[in-house]
């Protein structure tokens, strides 16, 4: 069984007990994946979180900034579609059908979902979000004025190794916390030929989120801007909403 997250980044010294029970109040509130949170809450950094996600998963991390992506890579799933989902086609097999994806959160049941588009077996790899976005802005739009952002890792020099505390997990269900089987840690292969009326579906549900995920990131902003003025505290809304 994959060692849960929280647990590696305390053993790996980037966050400690608090900002764990913090971070997992936050996401009880607010919903999500554990890392994402701990990232905005600002408990760890992206790098630090993939060379955490590549611990527990066995997931290679791939540096898109010194990666050449080929055009018929970039074929294979079109760029709403790696909008939506959050990833980005690095190489691709066309003999044996294989694609190699970078992922930040490489969830199963969204892998499956691209799987079904492309209708290519994928095998994740880890990226950064903010690398994915650089890539896409790069790969598809042909946006060269973004310049690239060296990684933390592995020049970043180690932290305090500490032991976990059990009892920050102990608080909370074993879903919100471990989460090792929503995430893929091999191949996801597509299910079938996807119907036209579902790839209608699809593309209007890729309109509808990208309104959610622009409301999402307004009042993750808010938060911010919150935190910021000292009106609220770092987790203090997660616990309240949580306690309510």
């Known amino acids: 069984m994959s060692a849960k997250l929280g647990d590696i980044l305390i053993t790996q010294g980037v966050i400690d007990h608090d900002k764990l029970i ?24 992206e790098d630090e979180l993939l060379l955490a996600l590549s611990t527990q998963l066995g997931l290679e991390i791939v540096d898109l900034e010194e990666t050449e992506v080929l ?17 980005f086609p690095v190489r691709v097999d066309e003999a044996e059908r294989v694609l190699w994806v970078a992922t930040a959160e490489p969830d199963r049941q969204v892998l499956q979902e ?5 209708q ?4 994740p790899m880890l990226a950064s979000m903010s690398s994915i976005e650089r890539a896409l802005r790069r790969s598809y739009f042909g946006d060269t004025t973004l310049g690239s952002v ?5 020049l970043a020099a180690p932290r305090p190794r500490s032991v ?3 009892s920050a997990e102990a608080a909370f269900p074993d879903d919100l916390v471990a989460e090792p ?18 790839e209608e579906l699809k593309a209007l549900i890729i309109r ?17 801007l919150l935190q910021q003025k000292g009106i609220v505290r770092r987790g203090e809304l997660g616990q309240r909403t949580t306690r309510k």
């Open 22 to 45: 913090s971070a997992l109040s936050d996401q009880r509130a607010f919903g999500g994946k554990l890392g994402r949170t701990l990232i905005d809450l600002g408990y760890v950094t």
């Open 71 to 87: 055009p018929e890579a970039l074929r294979c799933i079109p760029v709403d579609a790696c909008e939506r989902y959050g990833v």
């Open 114 to 118: 691209v799987a079904q588009i492309s």
């Open 120 to 123: 290519y077996t994928l095998e």
């Open 150 to 154: 060296p990684r933390d890792f592995p």
């Open 164 to 166: 976990p505390n059990r």
């Open 181 to 198: 089987e929503s995430y893929a840690t091999g191949a996801v292969a597509p299910a079938g030929d996807p119907p036209a009326a579902m």
């Open 208 to 224: 509808l989120e990208r309104t959610v995920n622009a409301q999402s990131r307004a009042f993750r902003a808010l938060v911010d």
